[in-house]
């Protein structure tokens, strides 16, 4: 789970970084199958479902 762990500490400096730049809101486009990671994560999914690369995503969202 090496790449578990590479997503989780990327998403992670990077819900930092927002933080500390006073940014309130941190959002990005999950593939479907990565969704219930993110939500564990303390991530929320914001909208419909679309295509992006011929892959299904979904935006979702945190609060930082």
Partial sequence: ATGTRYR???EHALVEEA???GIKE???HSQMQAVR???KNGFRLNGAAFLEA????INMTIDV
């Fill in 8 to 10: 989780l500490n990327r």
């Fill in 37 to 39: 990671f993110y939500e």
């Fill in 19 to 21: 933080r500390r730049r």
């Fill in 54 to 57: 011929g892959i299904s995503h």
């Fill in 26 to 28: 941190v959002y990005l």
